[in-house]
């Protein structure tokens, strides 16, 4: 079963950093490419990152751009998501999930993402 797990959120001060986990089971980082989403309260889940699935491609919305990197662990199969000069705009509910792509341009998202998860809850306070 595919799954992945989104982690590493917390409570962060304007300025600060955190980095974001997403453990995947059920399958290697080498089979899927992986998006970041996030929603914050009251609005729409919107895509933020990617990585492609052989790790050669990434991209970023502008409004992460600059201040965020990505990369995936093959050992640990994990794709960490790191933000930096965060922003009290970055309050959300962030997710990790497979999409079918992923290159410099964008993502293109899978038919159907199924569920979700619970994703990890990030906090920036100004």
């Known amino acids: 079963e595919v799954q992945l797990q989104a982690s590493g959120g917390g409570l962060v001060q304007a300025g600060g950093s955190l980095r974001l986990s997403c453990a995947a089971s059920?399958?290697?980082?080498?089979?899927?490419?992986i998006g970041w989403f996030r929603q914050a309260p009251g609005k729409e889940r919107d895509g933020i990152s990617c990585?492609?699935?052989?790790?050669?491609?990434?991209w970023f919305a502008n409004s992460v751009k600059g201040r965020s990197t990505i990369s995936g662990d093959n050992a640990k199969n994990t794709v960490y998501l790191q933000m930096n000069s965060l922003k009290p705009e970055d309050t959300a509910v962030y997710y990790c999930?497979?999409?079918?792509?992923?290159?410099?341009?964008?993502?293109?998202?899978?038919?159907?993402?199924?569920?979700w998860g619970q994703g990890t809850q990030v906090t920036v306070s100004s």
């Open positions: 999930a497979t999409i079918s792509s992923c290159s410099r341009h964008g993502y293109v998202s899978p038919a159907d993402f199924g569920s």
């Open positions: 990585i492609s699935s052989s790790g050669d491609s990434t």
């Open positions: 059920g399958f290697t980082l080498n089979d899927y490419a």
